[in-house]
């Protein structure tokens, strides 16, 4: 069993900062990409950002520039630091993860259950 947990949602002001983070935990071999996602009411889910292994970033067009993903291997963690946020930055977020439960196994996509994020005066 893998488990996925969110945590760090809330609410904020318009321009204010908040700061996800996301635990992997359970039988894991290896964790390759690691994602943050996000979906509005009414919307489909989409991606925020992205980490591999080694560091390297993606980011979604309407975050870039504000929002920060990094990751502690050792850790099998990863944030992300949310900075002049919107209202339309408004979302259930998602953590993902690519992992292998052995060295044998094919690699599994875990997702989190989400937490919320409300950015509102």
């Known amino acids: 069993q893998v488990q996925v947990v969110e945590s760090g949602g809330g609410l904020v002001q318009p321009g204010g900062s908040l700061r996800l983070s996301c635990a992997v935990s359970?039988?894991?071999?290896?964790?390759?990409?690691m994602g943050w996602f996000r979906q509005a009411p009414g919307k489909e889910r989409e991606l925020v950002a992205d980490i591999g292994s080694g560091g390297n970033t993606k980011y979604g067009d309407s975050v870039k520039g504000r929002f920060t993903v990094s990751r502690d291997n050792a850790k099998n963690t990863m944030d992300l630091q949310m900075n002049s946020l919107k209202p339309e930055d408004t979302a259930v977020y998602y953590c993902?993860?690519?992992?292998?439960?052995?060295?044998?196994?094919?690699?599994?996509?875990?997702w989190g259950q989400g937490t919320q994020v409300t950015v509102s005066s």
């Open positions: 993902n993860a690519d992992v292998k439960r052995s060295r044998l196994s094919t690699w599994w996509v875990e």
């Open positions: 359970g039988s894991i071999f290896n964790i390759g990409l």
